[in-house]
């Protein structure tokens, strides 16, 4: 009678192939656990920033037009002077999250998960993101506590304008920013 070959699926692959198979499979799978790890810590929650209101120095202390923003860590956001005033971006990227960081030589926002960028004042320039960066509110008081220019989300007004403040006293005049107040950035066209 004859007998019928039963082909084993293994059949051909020597030992030592067998543990190369299960060391590589094991090791993926590691690499796979570190990386949800690593981008779980650089993913933020846009929920999770206390407190909601910063003072973020004078005007004095703004960068120039053109400068390199300044990093506020606590409350993840840059501050920042456009041609239009005091602008607080928000430093969570709009694609899926991710926290931004600024790149120098490039002189532009970089997004650390799926590379997109942003130039200094927050404007879309490449990448998955669907939208510049958002901007929170900015209010400008002088020591008695009079609001001398804020942003004016309603009204399309995204920056602080510091054309009506008194720039003389720059450095008596605070920078406040709330986070609780967010103007969602220009969609990519
Ligand atoms: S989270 Fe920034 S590009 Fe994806």
Known sequence: MRKTEISHPLQGIDRREILAW????????????????TYGFVRASRA?????????????????????PRAFPDGRFW???????????????????????????AHEFACPCHGSRFD?????????????????????VNPEGAVVASTDFAAGVQAAPL????????????IIVDITLEATGAPVA
């Open 22 to 37: 299960i060391w590589l499979l094991a090791a993926t799978a590691a690499a796979t656990k570190a990386t949800q790890l």
């Open 48 to 68: 999770a920033r206390q407190p909601t209101s910063f003072n973020a120095g004078t005007v004095a202390d703004l960068p120039s037009p053109g400068d390199a």
């Open 79 to 105: 501050l920042t002077q456009t041609q239009e005033g005091v602008a607080a971006l928000d430093g969570v990227c709009t694609h899926l999250d991710c926290l931004l960081g600024w790149d120098e030589q």
């Open 120 to 140: 200094a004042s927050g404007r879309y320039l490449t990448g998955p993101a669907p939208r510049s960066m958002d901007r929170f509110a900015v209010k400008i």
């Open 163 to 174: 054309a009506g403040a008194d720039v003389d006293s720059s450095a008596s005049l605070h």
